[in-house]
């Protein structure tokens, strides 16, 4: 937990000083491996759509496992090494959500009447 809020303090005042360093950085690296490997013994399906994941695909095959923000970097950039953030998806459909959010699960309610 401490680590968690030391990164999460330092990325927020480098993005205050006008330098991005949470992208790419050694510790969002370093936490991408560490759930790749744990998601690759658990082996979930991806959150956005439900489907396996080929969890054996080279990085950029669109079947293949993508660290997934919920609440997008573009718009949360101090979430980017939260765990409860990240979420294993393909990179199809990782790639096709982009900063949108995503579509309600079936069953789901969409609107409170």
Do not use: F
Not at 18 to 31: I, K, V, W
Not at 38 to 46: K, Q, Y
Not at 77 to 94: D, E, G, T
Request: with cysteine; proline share 10%.
């Amino acid at each position: 937990m401490y680590r968690l809020v030391v990164h999460t303090l330092l990325l927020h005042t480098d993005k205050a000083s006008g330098r991005n360093m949470t992208r790419d950085s050694r510790a969002e690296r370093d936490l991408h491996a560490e759930l790749h490997g744990l998601w690759g013994i658990a082996r979930p399906p991806c959150w956005l759509c439900g489907q396996p994941i080929d969890y054996d695909a080279p990085a950029h095959d669109p079947d293949a496992l993508d660290v997934d923000h919920v609440k997008p970097y573009s718009t949360h950039p101090h979430l980017a090494l939260v765990r409860s953030n990240l979420r294993p998806s393909h990179v199809r459909c990782n790639r096709s959500r982009g900063a949108r959010p995503p579509r309600p699960e079936i069953g789901a309610v969409a609107e409170e009447w």
